[in-house]
Nanobody
Framework: QVQLVESGGDLVQAGGPLRLSCAASGSIFRFNAMGWYRQPPGKPRELVATIPANPSIGTTNYADSVKGRFTISRDNAKNTVYLQMNSLKPEDTAVYYC??????????????WGQGTQVTVSS
């Protein structure tokens, strides 16, 4: 059974950095595309960033709203995916969810979700 556990959510000031982590278990992590979604208060969940299982088969992708500020990365030896967030803005406030696809590249909806971690950016 696949489990995704996020960590790193916090209250930060605008302009500051924060790094989220997502530890995966129950799957052959190196074969899975991974990603981060977020759900701002009162709004639907939205895709933030994705990363393929291997850089040789695809590229990272970002929502326009976070390009140049957020970086997704993965450590297959640790079964962990990260989201480095810099220059945070109040509008980045959301619950952030880790997502896993049961295939090496992103296609369709994720197969598994984490429980979410709260990020709050104060102005």
């Amino acid at each position: 059974q696949v489990q995704l556990v996020e960590s790193g959510g916090d209250l930060v000031q605008a302009g500051g950095p924060l790094r989220l982590s997502c530890a995966a278990s129950g799957s052959i992590f190196r074969f899975n595309a991974m990603g981060w979604y977020r759900q701002p208060p009162g709004k639907p969940r939205e895709l933030v960033a994705t990363i393929p299982a291997n850089p040789s088969i695809g590229t990272t992708n970002y929502a326009d709203s976070v390009k140049g500020r957020f970086t997704i990365s993965r450590d297959n030896a640790k079964n962990t995916v990260y989201l480095q967030m810099n220059s945070l803005k109040p509008e980045d406030t959301a619950v952030y969810y880790c997502a896993l696809w049961a295939r090496p590249i992103v296609s369709g909806q994720p197969n598994n979700w984490g429980q979410g971690t709260q990020v709050t950016v104060s102005s």
